[in-house]
């Protein structure tokens, strides 16, 4: 097998309308211009830009462990201790900082810690052959119990400025925070490292099939423990970026991140068994998922509603792009049972949808 070939490129019989118009991509802008359009009319303060930029630093560190978790899945592999990285480099800093040591220092002395974790975890996972799953869920217990043995439950504050600058921030007329300036940076470099270089093409050949990459002279091994290791750099970063928008660290600091960062991966249409996926798709998904929560924040949503809505999304990016491949291969068939299936879950989702909303009303007349 060649690595060229496994960028997964659709074939032949997949290049018709329904593959051009049915792809995920496509469905996430439609879905964004929907949501979007919805929210402007329900709220006047949805599109105030001063609203959308500050919204969007809520997201930036997902998104930055999200890049690299592009990579992970694409390779069919998880990374559960991304935000438990993010917990321990903070705190490591922070007790650094408390210390006495400069903060740019202690900054520096935290990347390094970052990439030590996650070459860790890549290093059990490519050269010993452990599941990933088994790695890093051991290793997401470590890393948060290391974060609690520097700071126990007190927190390092009083960052100078020329730090929290790095999260607080904003540059030019309109306001553009730092933190999202960054993201955009990171979020070229890994895009053209997955889509325009040797690197990703040997990731899509990994998550393809490991074996054929391994006979056809992809060094496997290398190549997972550069990509953990790289999302350990980048749970370190966005370890950084969340200390300087709160100014201050907490050992429980990202805690149930990583939840988030595997949802806007998977939903962005990267495949869970490995080989398929865009980093446009994820940056979409990031996007939508950031523009349902703002929306239906201004609206005072429940929590539960909020989390029932990404749950059904992220059902949907798992079970509609199959549909999608059957129905472009001409392979789809409606039966009564799976009509009548279909129906039922519709019916059950907009009840559920309806007792919250109804709830929700109470709450707020009471």
Known sequence: MSIESANTKPTSG?????????????????LI????????????????????????????EIGLMMLTMVFVIITAGIDLAVASTLGMTASFMGWLFNAGVNIWVAAAAALVLGVVAGGFNGYLIARIKLPPLVVTLGTFALYRGIAYSLLQDNAARGYPASFTWLGQGRVGSMGIPVPLILFAIMAVIFGLLLHKTAFGRMTYAIGNNEEASRYAGVPVARVKWTIYTLSGLMGAVAGLVLAARFGSTRPDIGTGLELDVITATVLGGVSISGGSGTMIGALLSLLLIGELKFGMGLLNVQGQVQGIVIGVLLIAAILLPNLIRQFGKRQMRVTTGGLIAGVVCLAAFAGFAWFFLYTQALFLAS
């Open 14 to 30: 997949e290049r018709g309308w329904s593959h051009k118009i049915l792809r995920w991509e496509t469905l996430l802008i439609a």
């Open 33 to 60: 211009l929907i949501v979007g359009f919805a929210n402007s009319q329900l709220s006047p303060y949805f599109l105030r830009t001063d609203n959308l930029l500050r919204a969007s630093r809520d997201y930036v």
